[in-house]
């Protein structure tokens, strides 16, 4: 992907591509050694597929979904009113992913997250990322994109296997330098070619989540 293309991400995630991912996938998340399983098939049609019309239903929908899918992890998705936030879990208390403002596409983005976090950083408030909010110089914008390379290259594989489109998010809107040079959509695009290539390097919880949507909206 060279820098002055603008990647066209909803070409990703073809049929084809889905369904042989779900295979790999398949293989990957009912290894032996995998403590956390899917929900079966049965399971799955209750759930059937998300309204997207409604944004209301479908973060309902989105929340029951992982709630359920991943009870074990002692961690609830959480629709917000205002900006989002991650709380570790305490002694009484699951570890909450609270989305920003009811949408979808924040939840997933949160989501992402907390996937690549890992065990560790899923301790910390936020997961102990910095963040500096818009209107970033040039030097923390560069920073900023390093670590949202990943996160964003796994949420666009989460929105593409529900069906819905992914966009590409540099939170800079009040940026007071240059950004037409900025490689960060393709350096996303190209990290999700390359999830999508080699699907063992996909942090485990998001190999089930994405197995899970992609059974949903592929083969049921």
């Not at 995998?34 to 309902?60: C, D, M, W, Y």
């Not at 992914?166 to 959509?185: I, K």
């Not at 999830?195 to 899970?212: G, I, M, N, R, V």
Request: charged share 15%.
């Amino acid at each position: 992907m060279t820098t002055t293309t603008a990647p066209n991400f909803s070409k990703l995630m073809t049929s084809y591509r889905a369904k042989s991912l779900l295979l790999v996938l398949d293989s990957l998340i009912n290894s032996p050694e995998r403590l956390i399983k899917p929900l079966l098939n049965s399971q799955l049609v209750n759930f059937g597929r998300p309204n997207f019309i409604h944004e209301e239903q479908a973060t309902t929908w989105l929340i029951e979904l992982f709630n359920t899918l991943f009870t074990q992890q002692n961690t609830i998705l959480v629709r917000g009113n205002h900006e989002p936030e991650y709380f570790p879990a305490t002694f009484d208390q699951p570890a909450k992913i609270v989305f920003a403002h009811g949408f979808f596409a924040s939840a997933l983005h949160e989501i992402s997250h907390w996937c690549i976090a890992g065990q560790k950083r899923r301790k910390l408030n936020d997961f102990g990322y910095w963040y500096a909010p818009d209107g970033r110089s040039a030097q923390q914008q560069s920073a900023f994109e390093k670590v949202e390379i990943k996160p964003q290259a796994i949420e666009c594989l989460l929105a593409l296997s529900c069906q819905r489109p992914f966009q590409v998010s540099q939170d800079n809107l009040f940026a007071d330098f240059d950004t037409s040079h900025s490689t960060f959509a393709a350096d996303v695009y190209d990290q999700a070619l390359n999830y999508l290539s080699h699907p063992s390097a996909l942090p485990s919880d998001a190999q089930l989540l994405l197995f899970t949507f992609l059974t949903i909206h592929y083969a049921l």
